[in-house]
């Protein structure tokens, strides 16, 4: 009798023993006949998982880290359901998931998700190694931001959007290789990486969006998406090691501060369809001593006028063959030009380009110019002659100016300081 009861003690533990051994992320082994697991269906080892219910069956959703203490977790590909008696595939990392859970440190994604939610895996300090299987379509907002210990990402072969910050100041990271035909990046995307040094299949990316990679400080080159129309703000900005780039066609806008603080910047190539640029695109970067040129202190490069130094007064006559006038071009000299000549070549007169020219008294555009920026000649107090060299299908906000206004040089002077303050002119 008493070995019977120490017989039926000892297998009561170890019955209770089981669950313990079991591998943290790893879905237990079926104990019934149709395939169920041990722990509840959406909960398997420890991981926290919802089920989604759609009208044809439905998916898991990983919710979060749950119980589980592993530093190396493995994500189910499926989950059993109990209730439906089935397994269902897991398809989503849902936002925060694993959200500051410093002690992860590798995660196995399955070759069934298709979202990493926002914020799933911001600030796992110590996470050093994951994988983007190919059936993710979409990484959410910053949702690797601050893992530090990252050295390399692949990205999947679906990955068609990364989403703002998802990657931002992963400090650790150095190599990051692109393995999607096409992806499109939000604002900020690897922002702060300041150990990005190579970006394997770059060319994949269609989207320059804002700060997508500012301060990668060790980033010594990018190629171009051939789709690609717009450079942002602050894009490349700090970039300090980057030597050269070679902008497409395809571009037409390259936006405020865009290349700022690029030291080592020496040589640019402009496409042939910029628009629109600012004049501050390149500050603090080599190309005004390595590239372009400067003629009687304007600046031009390609078939682009970026800017005018403090020196340039008097009458300023713009180089044939000019296409564009960058934004705020001559901001620095907006007290010492009186006279400004634009030829037939010039298409796009920036925003602001002569903004507060406050001794600019006479104008003559060409008959290429089909767009003039808002503010191009706003406090222009004594501009008093603008002789256009065509005057018909001018508009304002889709209203027709008036020929006959713009035929007078005095007329036009007063139209263009009025109608031009707030509003950009284009030509039809």
Not at 104 to 118: F, Q
Not at 242 to 257: A, D
Not at 308 to 318: L, Q, R
Not at 400 to 411: H, P
Request: aromatic share 10%; hydrophobic share 35%; with cysteine.
């Amino acid at each position: 009798m008493k070995r019977t009861l120490k017989f039926l003690t000892l297998l009561f533990f170890v019955i209770l023993a089981i669950p313990l051994f079991t591998a943290c992320g790893k879905t237990p082994p079926p104990n019934n006949e149709d395939g169920g697991s041990n722990p509840p269906p959406a909960t398997p080892a420890g991981l926290t998982y919802d089920f989604i219910t759609e009208d044809e069956g439905g998916y898991y959703a990983l919710v979060s880290i749950g119980d589980c203490t592993d530093k190396n977790i493995v994500i189910e590909s499926s989950v059993f359901n109990k209730e439906l008696n089935e397994h269902f595939p897991v398809k989503s990392i849902l936002g925060e998931a694993f959200y500051q859970c410093t002690t992860v440190e590798t995660v196995t994604i399955p070759n069934s998700i298709e979202l990493i939610g926002n914020f799933s895996f911001k600030d796992c300090t110590n996470l050093t190694s994951i994988n983007i299987p190919d059936s993710v379509e979409t990484i959410g907002i910053c949702a690797f931001e601050y893992c530090e210990k990252l050295t390399n990402i692949t990205i999947g072969q679906s990955v068609r959007k990364i989403e703002s910050s998802a990657f931002s100041n992963c400090t650790g990271l150095k190599t990051l290789t692109i393995t999607s035909p096409t992806v499109s990046i939000e604002y900020g995307a690897f922002s702060g990486c300041s150990n990005l040094e190579t970006i394997v299949g770059c060319e994949a990316i269609t989207t320059i969006p804002e700060y997508a990679f500012c301060g990668c400080n060790k980033l010594q080159s990018f190629t171009f998406n051939n789709s690609i129309t717009t450079i942002g703000n602050h894009a490349f900005s700090g970039c300090t090691t980057l030597e050269s780039i070679e902008i497409p066609n395809s571009v037409n806008t390259i936006e405020v501060n865009a290349f700022y603080d690029c030291f080592e910047l020496k040589y640019v190539s402009l496409g042939n369809s910029i628009k629109n640029i600012a004049s501050n695109a390149f500050n603090y970067s080599d190309i005004f001593d390595y590239v372009g040129e400067w003629e009687n202190n304007v600046y031009y490069l390609d078939n682009c006028l970026i800017t005018a130094n403090e020196d340039t007064s008097g009458v300023v006559t713009i180089k044939e063959g000019t296409k564009c006038i960058a934004n705020n071009a001559f901001l620095y000299c907006s007290n010492k030009i009186t006279e400004v000549i634009i030829p037939d070549s010039v298409k796009y007169i920036g925003e602001g380009a002569f903004l507060d020219c406050s001794e600019l008294t006479n104008v003559e555009i060409g008959s290429g110019v089909i767009y003039i920026g808002e503010k191009a000649f706003k406090d222009c107090d004594k501009l008093e002659t603008v002789v256009f060299e065509i005057t018909e299908t001018w508009k304002v906000n889709n209203v027709d100016i008036d020929k006959g206004s713009l035929s007078n040089s005095e007329s036009a002077a007063d139209q263009l300081l009025i109608l031009n303050a707030d509003h950009a002119w284009k030509r039809v």
